[in-house]
């Protein structure tokens, strides 16, 4: 079992910049990937970014391509979601979420097992 816990959201100004971290816990051996999710109200749970657990290869959604990246440092156990250039349509709550069954390159957030509690990113114009 693994356990998640996002921290590093605020509130930011439009063209500002934040760094999401993630802490994991538990069996993280087990994870295959990691990804980072978002959800404003109202909408769909929107995939954000996914890395490998052990190669550290990742790719990006196609509305935070280009501002936002992410990446893992495995001797902490911690993911990041590095966010630049931040814009109104950003605020979200957002979530990570780990893989265990090898489908890295999934954007779907029915194929991720756990989930931490999530963090709000409120981008002010």
């Known amino acids: 079992q693994v356990q998640l816990v996002e921290s590093g959201g605020g509130l930011v100004q439009s063209g500002g910049s934040l760094r999401l971290t993630c802490a994991v816990s538990g069996r993280a051996g087990s994870i295959e990937s990691m990804a980072w999710f978002r959800q404003a109200p109202g909408q769909e749970r929107e995939f954000v970014g996914g890395?490998?657990?052990?190669?550290?290869?990742?790719f990006h959604g196609e509305s935070v391509r280009g501002r936002f990246t992410i990446s893992r440092d495995m001797a902490k156990n911690t993911v990041y979601l590095q966010m630049n250039a931040l814009k109104l349509e950003d605020t979200a709550e957002y979530y990570c979420?780990?893989?265990?069954?090898?489908?890295?390159?999934?954007?779907?957030?029915?194929?991720?097992?756990?989930w931490g509690q999530g963090t709000q990113v409120t981008v002010s114009s």
């Open positions: 890395i490998s657990w052990r190669r550290g290869n990742s």
């Open positions: 979420a780990a893989d265990f069954s090898g489908r890295f390159g999934s954007t779907r957030y029915t194929d991720f097992g756990s």
